[in-house]
């Protein structure tokens, strides 16, 4: 990459911290004991779209919309649409300018979940707020961590129904 690719890159980016289209998260207590999701799973259900995160035998349910609910699918399965999600488009500029995502913490407040999105850039480390499901959809992409508390594991998380077996 050319010094002025860096450049511009370095420019817009600052462009958008101070314009405010991208904030750093405000410092958060960290989650209780941090807890890896295991698995991301896209759902739909009588309410729309939902993502679920897998850990410890529960399920966290998050509803999205669909265009985010097809990022994540498309992200999860590898596969390449033939015009690239917002998603898409943010990996890509990224990854040309040397940046990535290490992971994302998922919070809960006020009935409304949280992303705190952690991206490495040049040996800078920034974590910036995010909706969850944007938040989520990066990390798969970059195939990073999720992160959530044990407290919203244990509060919000569900059991979901294994599938009865059936008789032949």
Not at 12 to 16: E, K, N
Not at 97 to 100: C, N
Not at 142 to 148: E, G, L, M, R, S
């Given at each position: 990459?050319?010094?002025?690719?860096w450049s511009?890159f370095?420019g817009?980016?600052?462009?958008?911290v101070?314009c405010?289209?991208?904030q750093?998260a405000?410092p958060?207590s960290a989650?209780?004991?941090?807890?890896?999701?295991?698995?991301?799973?896209?759902?739909?259900?009588?309410?729309?779209?939902?993502?679920l995160?897998?850990?410890?035998?529960?399920a966290?349910?998050?509803?999205?919309d669909?265009?985010v609910?097809?990022?994540i699918q498309?992200a999860?399965k590898?596969e390449?649409?033939?015009?690239?999600?917002?998603?898409d488009?943010?990996?890509?500029?990224l990854e040309t300018?040397?940046?990535?995502v290490t992971?994302?913490?998922?919070?809960?407040?006020g009935?409304t979940?949280?992303?705190?999105?952690?991206?490495?850039?040049?040996?800078d480390?920034?974590?910036?707020?995010s909706?969850s499901?944007?938040?989520i959809?990066?990390a798969?992409h970059?195939?990073?961590?999720?992160?959530?508390g044990?407290?919203?594991?244990?509060?919000?998380g569900?059991?979901?129904e294994?599938?009865?077996p059936?008789?032949?």
């Open positions: 990459m050319t010094q002025r690719g511009i370095s817009l980016f600052a462009g958008l101070l405010g289209m991208a750093a405000e958060q989650p209780s004991e941090p807890v890896t999701i295991a698995e991301v799973d896209v759902r739909l259900s009588d309410r729309g779209p939902v993502v995160l897998h850990a410890e035998g529960k966290i349910p998050i509803f999205v669909m265009t609910a097809l990022s498309g999860l590898g390449k649409l033939s015009r690239p999600l917002t998603h488009l943010m990996r890509t500029v300018f040397g940046g990535k992971q994302t913490v998922i919070t809960l407040k009935g979940y949280y992303g705190a999105l952690t991206v490495a850039f040049r040996g480390v920034q974590v910036f707020d909706r499901s944007d938040s959809a990066l798969i970059f195939k990073a961590p999720i992160i959530v044990r407290d919203l594991l244990n509060s919000a569900r059991v979901l294994q599938p009865k059936e008789d032949l």
